[in-house]
């Protein structure tokens, strides 16, 4: 008689706690991603990298010892406006957030990692990644936008920038950004 009860509630208890089932990824419909529909976005905005005063908007982070701004391996954390003109007192736009660091050893090279971060009209709220190589000496740089969130959710593109305006005294920036970006 035990035994039958004892089968019984393993039966009972294996077969409950079976059906208990998680999903960790499942397959959606394609169906559904052929509704959506892939729309391309030019944003032209002024980039402000500020390295000087008493309230820089990018600071050095890391680097080797005794080292400048510009030498291999000094890196920078940045929260840089974003305006619509290339005045600082334009209109606000948004904020370039991230890193950047020397990469090269034999040139000025950055390595960017930065999120476009929307603050103005539609985008507001909207982002955009970029992760790249920028020769900052070259007139006009090329980088890849390799995601986004909000209306730019899975965007993919690059951004061109082109620098107006360089102070060689206190490494003060102004960079012209025309980003084209595919999203939908």
């Known amino acids: 008689m035990a035994t039958c009860i ?6 009972f208890f294996s077969t409950f706690y079976s059906t208990i089932d998680a999903i960790f990824s499942e397959e959606l419909a394609q169906g559904i991603a052929i509704k959506r529909i892939e729309k391309t976005t030019h944003l032209h905005f002024y980039f402000h990298d500020i390295v000087s005063g008493k309230n820089p908007s990018a600071v050095k ?5 005794n080292s400048t701004a510009y030498s291999f391996g000094a890196t920078a954390m940045i929260d840089d406006a ?6 600082i007192t334009s209109k606000l736009v948004g904020k370039a957030q991230g890193i950047y ?8 090279s ?4 930065i999120n476009f971060a929307f603050t103005e009209g539609a985008y507001n709220g909207s982002s955009i990644s970029i992760v ?3 020769p900052v000496l070259n007139d006009m740089r090329e980088m890849p936008v390799v995601g986004g969130c909000g209306v730019f959710r899975s965007a993919r593109g690059y951004a061109l920038a082109h620098t107006v305006w360089f102070d060689m005294k206190t490494g003060d920036a102004t ?3 025309n980003v ?3 999203h939908y």
């Open 6 to 11: 004892f089968v019984f509630i393993l039966f």
């Open 61 to 65: 982070i890391a680097g080797p010892p």
């Open 132 to 134: 790249g190589r920028n």
């Open 101 to 108: 660091g020397i990469a090269a050893q034999q040139e000025l």
């Open 175 to 177: 960079v012209e950004y």
């Open 110 to 113: 950055l390595l960017m990692v």
């Open 180 to 182: 084209y970006v595919s």
């Open 82 to 87: 974003l305006t619509e003109g290339p005045e």
